[in-house]
């Protein structure tokens, strides 16, 4: 058994307490093994010695949140209570990095490149921003971790994410499951970023209440997507109507980042990328930022740098490959006929 008695000093007990101690019964629900009390301004815990400690920490960074921001709100308990911690959002470190967010057991996400910062400085002076680059390079993550910073600012009320359920050589229709089952392997990297980022009993309540969403891009149609954060992942495979209509779908007071590989469209062979064409048509659009990524952000097994500059030295080659035969096929052609010199200058 372990007994600890802390005296408050210099802080307004009701704001610490909470109306009725809504607060302080809020620390109690989350140690029902610690007796706490409280007598004027002292609180007295009693229990267990590890729960007990851990208890008297929590209190202690109540204490420490009213005396720095001068409030002290019950949701900020909460989040506290869950894992989270609630005092900096975004930090500054020693070696200029930022901090984007704080994740679960309090794992600084931060973003870790060149690039990567752009990504962050575009979110942050432009309401629509594209962010395209190769596998690897912390798009979806830096994307998720934005749109989590944006929702505990609460500068939204809520986080979108979606993405084209298109295969990779395989076929819906041939998995187990219902619709949700069958479309859910394809959003799971926007659930491993959210993973990272929540506890889970938490991550679990804002997926219950629909303050985080997950959903193919098909649901967005016809909705009106306002006060939330909303990411579009592997947009390469959106077609150009797809595209479209979620950008469409934007409100006033929304945010979006658009993430994509240009180089790995699954779309069949008569379909156009929209991604492609989206970054051709919006770059002079006020509010809208085109950020690229490239091997160099890479932040994946050290390899997988080293293997897209192998499949991006292939494709050069093969790009100087079919010009050299095509060059070669017309001087072929002009060869045979000349006369195909003289209606090519006319």
Known sequence: MSEITLTIEDLDLLELFGENNVKLNLLRKAYPDVNITARGNSLKLSGDKNKTQEAKGKFEQMMRMLREHRKLEVQTVEDMLSGENPFEVRLPDHNGNTTIVIGRDGKPIKAK?????????????????????????????????????????????????????????????????????????????????????FPAEKLAFFMENRTIEVAPLAYMRGRTLDNAFIILDEAQNATTLQLKMFLTRLGPSAQAIITGDLSQIDLPHNQKSGLRQAIELFGGIG????????????????????????????????????????????????????????????
Request: aromatic share 6%; charged share 30%.
């Open 113 to 197: 490149t060149f690039n990567q910062k752009k990504l962050v400085e575009a979110v942050e002076n432009n309401d629509v921003v594209f962010a395209v680059g190769p596998a690897g390079t912390g798009k979806t993550y830096t994307a998720v971790a934005l749109a989590v910073r944006a929702l505990k600012n609460r500068t939204v009320k809520k986080i979108i994410l979606t993405r084209p359920a298109v295969e990779a050589g395989e076929n819906l229709g041939f998995l187990p499951g219902d619709l949700k089952e069958k479309v859910d392997p394809y959003l799971r990297p926007l659930y491993d970023a959210l993973d990272d980022l």
């Open 287 to 346: 509010g809208i930022a085109i950020t690229h990524l490239t091997t160099e952000d890479v932040v994946r097994h050290r390899l997988v740098k080293e293997i897209l500059r192998a499949y991006e030295k292939h494709d050069q080659a093969e790009q100087l490959r079919r010009e050299a035969y095509k060059k070669a096929k017309d001087e072929a052609a002009l060869l045979l006929n000349p006369r195909l010199a003289d209606s090519d200058g006319e």
